[in-house]
């Protein structure tokens, strides 16, 4: 079974998307993202992926409210990235609500300070963030790119205890056009101990069908969500057959 994650990014506390990581390329989808959050929870969706885009860009979270009163009013999990540059952010990010933090630019700049919160913290609860453009990692929000590959990123902290990096093919980000699967279940094979979460040019249920057939364990879906490529009965009848 492969774990389906719906995406909201957010900026000034309304749920987005960007496409290709543009955010001069934004539309918003609904004003209130619990009103997103509690649908998906009546689908049986049990984890929700959450990128404070304004964090991302601020270098701190700025969307901390918009994850309290899901995290209140919903039993989802929240995975929650942007802006986590510092331990006070994390633990800021974790008192507000999430399971997990999603950290991409601090792992790239500051890898012993990353290997460090996973010790610190329970393993599970610390998400690598392994986002690519042009075969590198991006961070910053996107706006820098690092010399370094997701597999070189992700295997920087396998023996830290890493179990789960979130890898992004922003050239895809938003646009529909389906995955590079072969990339993705070979990346999970390198790493068979770590949960290589797929997101961006999700398109339809087919991509995922293909995803789990490859053995992948979980997949970030948003944009074909928000727009009906993907429905949430499709994500029922997925999650009912197993």
């Given at each position: ?45 049990r984890r929700l992926h959450m990128v404070d885009l304004d ?20 039993s989802l999990e929240v995975q929650y990235g942007g802006g ?159």
């Amino acid at each position: 079974m492969i774990e389906i994650i719906p995406a909201t990014d957010i900026i000034d506390g309304r749920c987005v998307r960007l496409t290709q990581g543009d955010y001069a390329r934004k539309k918003t989808y609904c004003d209130d993202p619990l009103e997103a959050a509690q649908r998906f929870e009546e689908a049986g969706i049990r984890r929700l992926h959450m990128v404070d885009l304004d964090g991302a860009k601020a270098a701190e979270p700025r969307n901390l409210r918009v994850l309290e009163r899901i995290a209140a009013r919903t039993s989802l999990e929240v995975q929650y990235g942007g802006g986590i540059k510092s331990r006070e952010a994390l633990e800021a990010v974790f008192n507000a609500g999430a399971s997990r933090a999603i950290c991409g630019s601090i792992a790239v700049r500051q890898p012993e300070l990353f290997a460090a919160w996973i010790a610190d913290f329970e393993a599970r609860r610390i998400i690598l963030g392994a986002d690519i453009r042009d075969g590198k990692v991006a961070i910053q929000g996107w706006t820098e790119t690092a010399g370094i590959t997701a597999g070189e990123l992700i295997g920087r902290f396998r023996r830290d205890g890493l179990t789960q990096a979130i890898c992004t093919d922003i050239a895809r980000d938003g646009m529909l056009c389906g995955i590079a699967t072969a990339f993705y279940a070979g990346l999970q094979r390198q790493y068979p101990e770590v949960e290589i979460t797929v997101s961006g040019g999700i398109g339809s249920m087919a991509d995922i069908e293909a995803l789990r057939s490859e053995g992948l364990r979980s997949v970030i879906v948003g944009k074909a969500l928000y727009e009906g490529r993907i429905t949430l009965k499709e994500i029922e009848r997925c999650l009912q057959n197993g």
